[in-house]
Structures are given as C-alpha cells and as structure tokens.
C-alpha cells in the first residue's frame, strides 16, 4: 500500500515539474521571438511606440511609410548642410545660363570677324579679358567679379603666366574660364613672322598656362590687336581651338579714366543689345570701372552668359618640355632677403 502511494506520489510531483519546464521555456520562446519583430519593425512603428498614442495618426505602418519616413530624415541633414557656391549678394548680376562649346573644327565667335554663331539673346552679354595676369589688376578684376557673383572669359599672355603663374591659379579657381592670348601678344598677322614662329607664339601660350594652372586650358583664343592670319585660323582649326573676336570693343587701353570706359561699354552696348564685350584685366582703368559697370549692366536688364569649352586643349608635349627646359615660369620663389641685400649706407 505504502509502495503504490508513494509511486503516486512521485508521478504526480513529476507531472507538475515537467508542466512548469514546459511553460517557462515557452514563455521564453516567445520573447525571442517577439524581439526581432520589433527591431525589424518599420521605423514609423518603432517612433510611434516611443510616442504618447494619438489615434489620428494610428495607422498600420507599410514598407512606404519606412521609405517616406528615411527620406524626410535624409533631406533634412541634406538641407542643413549650406550650398557651396552660395552668392552672398542677393541683388548680384549673377549668371543667367552656360554655354557649352564644342570648339572641334575652331568656329569663331564675335560679330566683329565671324557671323556665323549668333548665340546670344536680346540683353545677353559675354565678359572677356585679356593681357593677363598682372598684379593688382587682375585680382581687382576677379573681386569685382567676385562681389557680383559673376563669371568672364580671361585669354592671358604666356609671358605674363610665367611672371605670374600665382595670379592665373586665382582665376582658375574663382571658375573663370582660361583660354589663351598667345606667348608674347604678337601680331600674327605680321608679314616679319614665319608661319613657324606664328604656331610657336600659339602653343607657347597654350602651353605657359597649362604649366602655371597644373591643368590643361580651354581651346579657347583670341588673336592680338584682333589681327587674323588666314594661315593660323586655319591651324587653330586643326587644333580644334575656337577663335574669338568681339561685339564691342571698350577700348580702355586707350581711356582716360574708369569713367570713359564705362560710357563706351553702355553706349555701345545700348546700341547694340547684347554681345560679347572686350577687356583688359591688364588696365588699372578697367579694374577701376569694373564694379560700377557691371552695376550698369544689372540696373540696364543686362545678363552675363559664360562660356565654357566641352573639351580641354591637349598642349604639345614638345612644347611643354621646352618651356620646362628654359626654366618657366621664372617668377623667383627666393626671399628678398636672399636676392637684395644693404652692404653699405
């Protein structure tokens, strides 16, 4: 008797500790379970759990929702993030479009030599310098440019380049555009030059302003005096190198004052109603009358268009080796104090 109650007993004791096993392990499987759901949850759902309830926006939560929800976050870190090339001045002349220029063949641009590409629109201008770089001028002219948050065509001088190459990298990197004037400003059109010395004064300049930028220029050129050979447009057109003329000249190599260029400019501007305009960043003048003109040009309706080639110009290698040979750029990087020193008083 004593063996069949006890043989009870244990059955009944281990009936009750197999059922208490089996309801603590299925409680656990549950909750790891249940884990994953809720990190995998939508984000929508998991920020509404962290939120007090609000049954007008309870909703089932979808995979659109998490996509919505991601990217109102990513706009908002992109939003706070301020543009790079912000203009600081609300009422600046600015830029109005880019053109790109396909230069394969060297068309020419400016109504003064070619007739060809008329571009421009009504109130469209084209701002272009030459003969630089030079000290002060030149980065007097980049600020005015600068304070406007506009953009010009700069066609500098190779000897100038080498003089100062430190001056043409400001112009590279306000995102000016950089073409070439020629290694010396000759005359191409001379009947003194051989066609050789004629190609030479081309690459050379091509060439001075790829070694002070580190870059290749834009096949962009403008001849001397405007002085075209027939036999150099020709090779500009084997090279693949547009030519520029102008619409109006400003003269301001021969201005008397700021002032005498700025009536030039809108006298002829006005007459004419668009057009690429033809500077020096090499004049003081220029450099003066530079920020009220373009002021001029923004009070009149007028909008600047920049130029910019497709493609860069692939300098002579011949030509770059040469100019690295003669020692270019010659600027001296030596302190005064090594070049000139007081011996006597």
């Not at 059109?189 to 091509?206: H, P, W």
Request: with cysteine; charged share 20%; net charge neutral.
């Amino acid at each position: 008797m004593r063996n069949a109650l006890g043989l009870m007993l244990a059955s009944v004791v281990t009936a009750v500790a197999i059922t208490a096993v089996w309801f603590w392990m299925a409680s656990a499987r549950v909750e790891i379970a249940a884990a994953p759901a809720a990190l995998g949850a939508p984000l929508a759902d998991r920020l509404a759990a962290a939120a007090p309830a609000n049954p007008a926006i309870a909703k089932p939560a979808t995979a659109r929702d998490e996509v919505e929800v991601t990217g109102a976050i990513a706009a908002k870190a992109a939003v706070s993030v301020p543009p790079k090339s912000a203009c600081a001045n609300p009422d600046a002349l600015g830029v109005s479009r880019v053109v790109e220029i396909d230069t394969t063949g060297g068309p020419g641009f400016g109504f003064e030599h070619f007739k060809q590409f008329d571009f421009l629109t009504d109130k469209e201008v084209v701002l272009t310098f030459d003969d630089g770089p030079w000290p002060y001028n030149t980065p007097a002219v980049l600020k005015a440019l600068d304070d406007e948050c506009t953009k010009a065509v700069f066609f500098p001088i190779g000897k100038h380049t080498t003089y100062h190459p430190e001056i043409l990298r400001q112009v590279a990197a306000a995102g000016q555009t950089i073409g070439s004037h020629t290694w010396s400003h000759a005359n191409l059109n001379s009947k003194k030059l051989t066609e050789e010395q004629v190609r030479d004064e081309i690459e050379k300049g091509f060439s001075a302003v790829k070694l002070a930028l580190g870059v290749a220029p834009s096949p962009f050129f403008r001849f001397p005096e405007l002085q075209h050979n027939p036999a150099a447009v020709a090779y500009l057109g084997t090279r693949n190198v547009a030519i520029f003329s102008c619409d109006l000249d400003s003269f301001d190599f021969r201005a008397k004052d700021a002032a005498q260029i700025i009536n030039t400019v809108m006298t002829k501007l006005d007459k004419q109603g668009k057009g690429i305009i033809l500077m020096h960043d090499f004049q003081r003048h220029t450099a003066e009358a530079l920020p009220t003109l373009l002021r001029r040009l923004k009070a009149g309706g007028y909008k600047v268009v920049q130029m910019k080639a497709k493609t860069t110009l692939q300098t002579l290698p011949e030509v770059d080796e040469a100019l690295i040979k003669d020692k270019v750029p010659t600027a001296s990087t030596r302190p005064l104090g090594s070049v000139v020193q007081t011996v006597s008083e």
